[in-house]
């Protein structure tokens, strides 16, 4: 467990730069006390002490605003970066190296037994508000886009967004998901333009009959 607590450090340093060391690391980041917490609460949800585990894990979602079920299974070297909001459910597993940010979720469809969380490789990025919900798989070194929602399996080295998250770049490569995502937003952005000047025109007009 210390072991895992250390590598969470050490991910913290790497990658947050507003974490300029240690010290503040530990009393400062929710994201790390959030792990600390669980990292216990596991450990005791895994040894038959499944009700002691609810209660601290309910303690720690009061004090760092970050639900982790104490049935959840977390690698090491997790960064949750700001981290309100995130949600991580029972069956759950994360790989090393992961990265959430605030209001990311790994949740269940509601209609699923068993096995109804993802299950996440290593070295994954989950934007910020993005859901990823059901027994899917993400590969590792895929990333997940801001407030997307991902209902499928994602592949390694795949870059998802979108509602629901379409695949965007895969092996560094875009695919054809992106221009039309790019095309959709050019779309949307016209539209915006032309309700502003509707809107500027029944002003103008509302303020010429005044």
Not at 48 to 74: D, Y
């Amino acid at each position: 467990m210390f072991d895992n607590i250390r590598a969470d450090i050490k991910k913290i340093q790497e990658d947050d730069p507003a974490a300029p060391n240690k010290f503040q690391i530990l009393f400062t980041s929710q994201g790390l006390h959030a792990l600390i917490f669980h990292r216990f609460n596991h450990f005791l949800f895994t040894h038959r002490l499944k009700f002691l585990a609810r209660w601290l894990a309910f303690i720690a979602r009061f004090l760092t605003n970050i639900e982790i079920h104490p049935g959840a299974r977390i690698g090491k070297g997790i960064l949750i970066d700001h981290g309100a909001s995130v949600v991580i459910g029972e069956t759950a597993v994360v790989g090393d190296g992961c990265v959430f940010f605030h209001g990311a979720t790994l949740g269940g469809t509601g209609k699923e037994k068993g096995k109804r969380h993802p299950t996440i490789g290593s070295n994954v990025f989950v934007g910020t508000g993005a859901k990823v919900l059901g027994n899917l798989y993400i590969g590792d070194n895929a990333r997940i886009g801001a407030n997307a929602v991902v209902l499928k399996d994602v592949p390694q080295n795949c870059t998802v967004v979108g509602v629901p998250s379409k695949i965007v770049k895969q092996d560094g490569l875009r695919t054809h998901h992106a221009d039309e995502t790019e095309e959709l937003e050019r779309q949307i952005n016209l539209l915006r333009l032309e309700v502003q000047k509707l809107s500027e025109r029944i002003a103008e007009l509302e303020n010429r009959d005044a």
